[in-house]
């Protein structure tokens, strides 16, 4: 039953035109039923400018024909050096900038992000429960006792006790933050994510958990990653495929036990044995 | 909750203000005597029936103080209510879009800070005329650049952090962000400025009436008291000393409540 609200909240839940959403383009049919695609990035090239006094400014390209695909259910890792593009990657998925060249074609609703640091993701004016309820206010779509539902539903989702509601993000540990991170993406039911080193932030431990309760995640809310991260041996763990990524190029990919197996780029080599 | 965390300045100040803002609030209703009634009892010290003494008239001062200094807290209170609600719109207009807009709003700003305050409050005056709402109007503009400047750091510091990247991802509109997202998070810059604000409007007024452009008769303040007592200072010294007193403790008690908040938000930190 919610899973039908869901399915149709897909395809009420338009694709704003906000700030630069406009290279975002939605594909005409409701595709994830017959498509198993959820996401394909074609060529594209982009960069930034440096604001000019007059004019738009120098360009700086950062990313040099992009292309790959993401399917539905997949866990897809981006790994490379800090500076090869992978943020400017992400934030053209999400519609924050708009590639020079190009095609970025999205089968699912508005994707949402998972950031690195758990400390300032969360606002630190208002409580857990505001955060958590603040993105089905601005959809608009439910009143207030099915807000706070979808809310303490969303935050058994992510295993923490109800009291954490009432609290504020500095009473939090940072993996508590994360999870209240992840629950405040996942509170509109996106099916695609993108989780820039979602854990690169936090212990050890509460790093497995974490990469525990992504994989949970993705079963039960059946939903697609693109998982940015440095760290090669978590995408090992986490990923079903990996793009790497080397000056803003995607220099190899394929699934995880092909590249980690037998990498054919001088590049993935010198990374894995780094990650050693 | 910690949020509400006090300490001693700010129970100190709270305390003070409240006290003096109790009494004017009282002098609106009651005056031990009529402030503007003459009689016979003339230069006379303070002693228990005149608390302050009276001036040259027989005019009761603690009744007149009572009184004009409910003028001054009206013109301090809108003062910066006009100042760091406008300031806090160009601040948070400047430091969240950016820009060519931040440059032009920022240059003006530049230059309305470069006058000195009470120089620019006169010509704002000189063109509208003098009276309480004048004085309202020009040292209104006259604190605005202070607080377009404070929150627009403290708008612009909040642009790029994840949990605004976050709003604008999940549709909110531009002025929710500001308004709900990020206004809450500029109080602690906001609020110590708006008391330091307070006293500067205070001690404004009163330079500004004492020379002659600020409330005109039959309004009386803080500063036209002073320039009055100004010319019985030799027959009546309690005069000016118990106007000065108190605005003394007025400036006094919010500037402890202004210490107190920015004691409290190292504390947070």
Redesign the interface.
């Known amino acids: 039953m919610n899973d039908n609200v869901d399915r149709i909240d897909d395809i009420v839940e338009s694709i ?1 035109p ?2 630069g959403m406009e290279s975002i383009e939605k594909a005409a049919e409701p595709p994830e039923v017959q498509h198993p695609l959820v996401l394909e990035v074609k060529h594209v090239n982009g960069g930034y400018r440096t ?1 000019g006094l007059i004019g738009r400014g120098k360009y700086h390209q950062v990313l040099f024909d992009v292309d790959f695909n993401i399917r539905h259910g997949e866990i897809m890792g981006l790994v490379g050096e800090s500076g090869t593009g992978k943020s400017t990657l992400a934030k053209m998925i ?1 519609g ?1 900038e708009k590639p020079e060249q190009g095609q970025i074609i999205h089968y699912t609703k ?1 994707p ?2 998972i ?1 690195q ?1 758990p400390y ?7 409580s857990v429960e505001w ?1 958590l309820e ?2 089905l206010r ?2 608009g779509k439910y009143d207030e006792p099915e807000r706070k539902r979808r809310v303490r539903e969303m935050l058994a989702r992510v295993e923490l006790p109800e009291e954490c509601l009432y609290a ?1 993000p ?2 939090l540990s940072g993996g508590q933050r994360q999870r209240v991170s992840i629950a ?2 996942l509170i ?1 039911r996106p099916r695609f994510i993108i989780a820039d080193e979602p854990v690169s932030a936090l212990d050890v431990t509460i790093q497995a958990q974490i990469l525990q309760l992504l994989r949970d995640l993705r079963e039960e809310l059946d939903l697609s990653y693109l998982f940015i991260s440095h760290d090669l041996n978590v995408v090992y763990q986490l990923c079903d495929r990996v793009l790497v990524m080397k000056k803003g190029r995607i220099v190899e990919q394929g699934t995880v036990d092909e590249v980690y197996d037998h990498p054919k780029e001088e590049y993935t080599k010198q990374l894995l044995a780094a990650a050693q | 909750m910690k949020k509400y965390k006090l300490n001693g300045y700010l129970v100190a100040g709270i305390i003070l203000t409240g006290i003096i803002i109790l009494w004017i609030i009282a002098g609106r209703f009651y005056t031990p005597y009529n402030p503007t009634k003459m009689s016979s009892a003339k230069l006379q010290g303070p002693s228990l029936a005149h608390l302050f003494g009276t001036d040259k008239f027989g005019r009761d001062i603690f009744s007149r103080v009572m009184q004009g200094s409910g003028t001054t807290l009206v013109i301090a209170v809108l003062t910066i209510l006009i100042g760091s609600v406008c300031g806090t719109i160009v601040g948070a207009m400047t430091g969240y879009f950016g820009g060519m807009l931040d440059e032009v709003l920022m240059r003006i700003n530049d230059a309305l800070t470069a006058f000195p305050s009470i120089l620019l409050a006169l010509v704002i005056i000189s063109i509208l005329g003098p009276g309480k709402q004048n004085v309202i109007i020009a040292l209104g503009i006259v604190f605005i650049p202070s607080y377009a400047r404070v929150t627009r750091t403290a708008f612009a510091s909040q642009r790029e952090v994840n949990y605004i990247t976050s709003a604008r991802l999940m549709g909110a509109s531009s002025s929710r962000i500001l308004l709900v997202h990020m206004l809450p998070n500029t109080l602690h810059v906001l609020l110590p400025a708006m008391t330091i604000g307070f006293n500067n409007a205070v001690l404004a007024e009163a330079s500004m009436s004492f020379l002659g452009i600020g409330v005109t008769p039959p309004d009386v303040s803080m500063g036209y008291m002073l320039s009055e007592a100004q010319g019985m200072f030799k027959s009546a010294p309690w005069y000016a000393l118990s106007v000065g007193m108190v605005i003394a403790l007025l400036v006094f008690g919010v500037g402890l409540i202004g210490e107190g908040l920015q004691r409290r938000n190292k504390e947070v930190d």
């Open positions: 704003a906000v700030l604001p999400l924050m508005r949402q992000i950031f640091d300032s993701s969360l606002n630190p004016a208002y955060s603040e993105p601005v959809f504020k500095s009473e405040a993406a509109r």
